[in-house]
């Protein structure tokens, strides 16, 4: 069905940078003549909705719980209801905009609309994400934060917008429903196999480094709860007899590194065109050396992640621990062990306070079990030998999963904006029904979204 929508008869130009010519019959209009900003009480039952950057409007508590900013004193909040068109004045930018799915309430930093007579609020939704990612609201920008801006109800109202008659804007918005639940379902399966890749991955590493290639060899208690059974020639040595803290902050010169990353997947090179939340403090980051092992020793559950080896020169956030290794064979080693630890969230009795942290000294008093060096080598040349394949298979999906994306993106870009008439489309899709159950069999496949963002 995709495949055989055409473009309009005609265009002209509507004098918007962002869309380019539109079909004939479409109409413009400002703005503020389209929404009316609300300003409504908040009611004592009212609990906290979010405005996300994959354009979901929702309670908190449906997407999850953790890893948000909590004010203190709720000053300003202010009342939402279903179906309230919503745009996060900070992050817009990224695309948090969209139509609210519940009732509640939400911070000052949003502006929440409701739609006059003759406009869908959900096409007006895919029109603003539009006009984020062809840069457009980053090109209003008048706040000096980098890669952040200010759109606020004022701005966004003087902006023009493109007009399709009320029907082909329910057509766009019905059409869009399923061929975006579609391209996600695609997704998310595809995510699905990554994610038991991943778990072979984690049961080959973890087998390894705790109990050695032969599996035939007398083993021992450790004596570590958390790492139990090793092999019984194998040795264990506290971590600071091989490693050390270091750290050295880049100060006033951090504009002469590269910014790098800790993840699941090692340490990467961010991309800062490529979006995301940066930080405003540079100068308090500090400087990484290809062959440091960068830990995180803070509990994080969204994104959980221990420990990364470098092969990159750069700076990374002052929040992470930077370590020496003097023997980059040994630093491999507890790279792939502290990752098989932290996997099966081996790591958890180590947490302590209210930040969930493990004290440095702590850490370093910790043992972590050796095999005889030669062993040791060959474990960890077993373990890259046998991930090679598998990473190639994760490369390979992930590549299909960023081209989806991609697609899915031009293929909204091209909709909303009258590069392809999907009319007759439409108009012959299932059943309202049936798109919903479609949606239901998504949200069950878990979250196939873009980055998050919170105010």
Not at 323 to 329: I, N, R, S
Request: glycine share 8%; charged share 25%; aromatic share 8%.
């Amino acid at each position: 069905m995709i495949a055989d929508l055409k473009a309009y008869p005609q265009y002209r130009d509507a004098g918007l940078p962002w869309t380019g010519p539109v079909p004939a019959h479409w109409k413009t209009e400002r703005a503020k003549w389209l929404f009316t900003k609300m300003d409504r009480a908040v009611r004592p039952s009212d609990e906290v909705v979010t405005c996300f950057r994959d354009g979901t409007v929702t309670l908190r508590r449906n997407r999850r719980l953790r890893g948000f900013t909590e004010a203190i004193f709720e000053s300003g909040y202010q009342g939402i209801r279903r179906g309230d068109f919503v745009i996060h004045a900070m992050d817009a930018f990224a695309g948090a905009v969209g139509v609210s799915d519940s009732d509640g309430k939400g911070t000052p930093v949003y502006s929440v609309c409701r739609p006059r007579q003759g406009a869908d609020p959900h096409y007006f939704a895919h029109i603003v994400r539009q006009m984020a990612h062809s840069h457009w609201i980053l090109a209003l920008a008048k706040g000096i934060r980098e890669r952040s801006t200010d759109f606020r109800f004022e701005t966004f109202g003087n902006q023009r917008v493109p007009l399709p008659p009320p029907q082909e804007q329910a057509a766009i918005v019905r059409f869009l429903a399923w061929a975006t639940a579609n391209i996600d379902r695609a997704i998310g399966a595809k995510r699905k196999v990554i994610d038991l890749l991943n778990e072979r991955k984690q049961a080959v590493i973890h087998r390894a480094v705790t109990q050695g290639l032969d599996a035939s060899v007398p083993t021992r208690d450790s004596g570590v709860p958390w790492i139990g059974r090793i092999p019984e020639h194998w040795t264990l040595t506290p971590n600071r007899a091989f490693l050390g803290i270091r750290k050295v902050l880049v100060g006033a010169r951090h504009g002469e590194y590269r910014l790098l990353s800790l993840t699941k997947t090692g340490i990467i090179v961010r991309d800062m065109d490529a979006g995301g939340k940066f930080s405003n403090f540079w100068d308090r980051s500090q400087e990484v050396r290809p062959g440091d092992l960068v830990f995180c020793l803070f509990d994080v559950e969204e994104t959980p992640r221990t420990v990364g080896l470098s092969k990159h020169h750069g700076m990374i956030s002052g929040d992470y621990t930077v370590m020496e290794c003097a023997d980059l064979g040994i630093a491999e080693w507890v790279e792939n062990f502290y990752k098989a630890m932290d996997d099966r969230k081996l790591l958890s009795p180590l947490y302590s306070g209210l930040r969930k942290r493990i004290p440095k000294p702590e850490f370093l008093s910790i043992s972590t079990p050796f095999p005889p060096m030669a062993e040791m080598l060959e474990i960890g040349q077993h373990v890259e030998a046998s991930l090679v394949s598998t990473d190639r298979s994760i490369a390979r999906i992930n590549r299909e999963v960023r081209l989806l994306a991609e697609y899915r993106m031009r293929l909204v870009a091209d909709v909303v904006t009258g590069k392809l008439d999907v009319r007759e489309a439409a108009a012959h899709l299932p059943d309202e029904s049936s798109l919903e159950r479609d949606s239901d069999s998504i949200a069950a496949d878990g979250d196939v979204s873009d980055e998050e963002s919170a105010a």
